[in-house]
């Protein structure tokens, strides 16, 4: 047996990749269309690796995807390939519709013919698996009970709207057509092979760099933090315990201000690698122009999993930052190359 995984050459999606064949997993099919957020150097450690066929493709096209499904006949699909980035959707929307809905379509309709076309017993095994995000809920008050599974989709972004659009796909494809799927909604990720231009990986570039360390707006809201490998052990327990058509929300129980995520993540790097003025990070912090429409407060309520899928975060807040800032402090030649070129005109437009 096999699993296809999709976007398995961006963050999540190659830490995903990563562990499930550390851990002695099936063999995977990744499919990958390689945008600017897709990087072969987070797999290098798999080269020559038989268990892993990498192709370069878009999830979008119907015909190499069902070639996919035919050639290859996973047992599962874990669907992780997104335009993911909240800035560049408010710059270009296009893509995120493209990628993010009629993609998410495209692949969905593909299963259902492969999966109409099982015997009952691998009926019985195949799973749809979306990854989504928390986005698509909206944004809390100070005092709000966090996300459950239940509350009513709000999306306030061009990003969130087109991942909330394939949540109801993913969903819709369950009620009318009994494709075995289970949706995944999870809070804010760091750590290793992260693009930096996401706030953490950014703040720790531009603090080695000696620049500019952005805040949007007062800097206060609220984010739920979670290390990128419990976000995979998350998604390999829903994977083999999640109960079909169900959503499972994944958190970190690690709320904190950008404010304040900023600040620790330059205490860290002021001990692993101090400044040479003996000044700390910190100074380098400037409050910029607010994201438009930014969402305050996001916080996620993991009981569901927790309690059906026996799930829970491995690392704690503490942990997980100082684990990320030595990761990115050892492999500055991974962050080195991903930031040359288009990049720069991304910082540029974003930061101008
Ligand atoms: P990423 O932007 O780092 O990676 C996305 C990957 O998908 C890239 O490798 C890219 O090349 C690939 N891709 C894009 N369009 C494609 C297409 N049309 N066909 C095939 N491949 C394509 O994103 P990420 O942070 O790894 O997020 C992965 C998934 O997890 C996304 O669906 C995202 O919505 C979701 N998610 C992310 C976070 C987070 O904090 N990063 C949190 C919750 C959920
Ligand atoms: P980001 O990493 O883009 O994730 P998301 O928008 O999906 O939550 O941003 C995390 C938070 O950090 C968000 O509230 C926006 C804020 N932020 C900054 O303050 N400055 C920055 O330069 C970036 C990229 C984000």
Known sequence: MTILVTGGAGFIGANFVLDWLKAGGEPVVNLDKLTYAG?????????????????????????????????????????????????????????????????????????????????????????????????????LEPTDPAFSETKRYEPNSPYSASKAASDHLVRAY????????????????????QFPEKLIPLVIHNALAGKDLPIYGDGQQIRDWLYVGDHCSAIRAVLERGRLGEVYNIGGNNER?????????????????????????????VFVKDRPGHDRRYAIDARKIAAECGWRPAET??????????????????????TSGDYRNWVAKQYA
């Open 257 to 285: 201000a950008n404010l304040d995520t900023v600040k620790t993540l330059c205490a860290i790097l002021d001990r692993l690698r101090p400044r040479k003025d003996g000044k700390s990070y910190a100074a380098q912090m």
């Open 174 to 193: 369950h009620h009318t057509y009994k494709l075995p799927v289970l949706t995944t909604n999870c809070s804010n990720n760091y750590g290793p092979y």
């Open 317 to 338: 807040p503490d942990s997980g930052f100082e684990k990320t800032v030595a990761w990115y402090l050892n492999n500055e030649a991974w962050t080195k190359h991903v």
């Open 39 to 139: 990087n072969m150097e987070n797999l290098a450690s798999l080269k020559g690796n038989n268990a892993h066929t990498f192709v370069q493709g878009d999830i979008g096209d119907a015909g190499l995807v069902e070639k996919l499904f035919a050639e290859h006949a996973p047992r599962a699909v874990i669907n992780f390939a997104a335009e993911s980035h909240v800035d560049r959707s408010i710059h270009a929307p296009e893509d995120f519709i493209q990628t993010n809905v009629v993609g998410t379509f495209r692949l969905l309709q593909a299963a259902r013919g492969y999966f109409d076309a099982l015997g009952d017993a691998d009926k019985q095994k195949f799973r749809f698996l979306h990854v989504s995000t928390d986005e698509v809920y909206g944004s």
